[in-house]
C-alpha cells in the first residue's frame, strides 16, 4: 500500500511539474537574436583607454604585462618629445587571455580596461591576436574622470615638477642646511 502511494505521489508531482510549465513562456534566450545586457565590469574584450584630456593613458610601464598569469601581452616603450612614455606597440594574444582581470588590476595609469563584449572568438588563432590599434578607444572607459599625470608626480612639458594636484614646489635642498 505504501508502494503504492509513493508511485502515486510521483506521477501527480510529475505531472503538476509539467502542467505548470505548460502555460509559461520559452526560459531559453535565442543568441544572437537577443544579447542580454551583461554588468558593465563583465571581463571579456580588453581596451586601452585615454585620459580625459585625450591623451593615450598607457605609459608603458609593464606592469599589465608582469601580472599577467599567461603572459599574454607584450609591448615596447618609447618617450615622445614632451617627456612623455607610450607603447610604440602593445599587442595582446586573445587565444592565450583567460580574461582574469589581473592586468586591469595592475595598471596605474587605468588604461588597460576589460569591457563586456564577448563577441570576438575566431576559429582562426592568429586572427586573435590585437595589436595596439586594434586595443585602442577614443574615451576614458569606466574611469572617466582619472588623469595619471595630475596625480603621479611625473614631470613633462605640459606639468612641470610640482605642478600637480596636491604636489609642493620643489625644495633646494641646499638653503636647508645649517
Ligand atoms: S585578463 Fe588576465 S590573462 Fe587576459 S591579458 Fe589580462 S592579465 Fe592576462
Ligand atoms: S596598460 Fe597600464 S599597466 Fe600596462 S603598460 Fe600601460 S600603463 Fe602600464
Known amino acids: 500500500m505504501k508502494e503504492l502511494f509513493l508511485v502515486v505521489h510521483s506521477l ?11 502555460f509559461r513562456g520559452p526560459a531559453t534566450e535565442l543568441y544572437p537574436e537577443y544579447k542580454r545586457p551583461l554588468p558593465a565590469r563583465s571581463r571579456a574584450r580588453i581596451i586601452l583607454t585615454v585620459d580625459p584630456d585625450g591623451r593615450e593613458r598607457c605609459v608603458a610601464c609593464y606592469l599589465c604585462s608582469a601580472a599577467c598569469p599567461v603572459d599574454c601581452i607584450s609591448m615596447q616603450a618609447a618617450e615622445n618629445p614632451e617627456g612623455r612614455r607610450y607603447a610604440a606597440w602593445f599587442r595582446i594574444n586573445f587565444g592565450r587571455c583567460i580574461y582574469c582581470g589581473l592586468c586591469e588590476e595592475a595598471c596605474p595609469t587605468a588604461a588597460i580596461q576589460l569591457t563586456p563584449s564577448f563577441e570576438h572568438a575566431d576559429r582562426d588563432i592568429l586572427k586573435m591576436v590585437a595589436e595596439k590599434e586594434d586595443l585602442q578607444v577614443d574615451h576614458c572607459g569606466k574611469d572617466p574622470n582619472y588623469n595619471f599625470y595630475d596625480h603621479a608626480g611625473v614631470a613633462d612639458a605640459i606639468r612641470p615638477k610640482g605642478g600637480h594636484i596636491n604636489e609642493s614646489p620643489p625644495v633646494n635642498v641646499r638653503t636647508n642646511m645649517p
Open 12 to 22: 501527480c508531482t510529475g505531472f503538476y511539474t509539467t502542467l505548470k510549465h505548460i
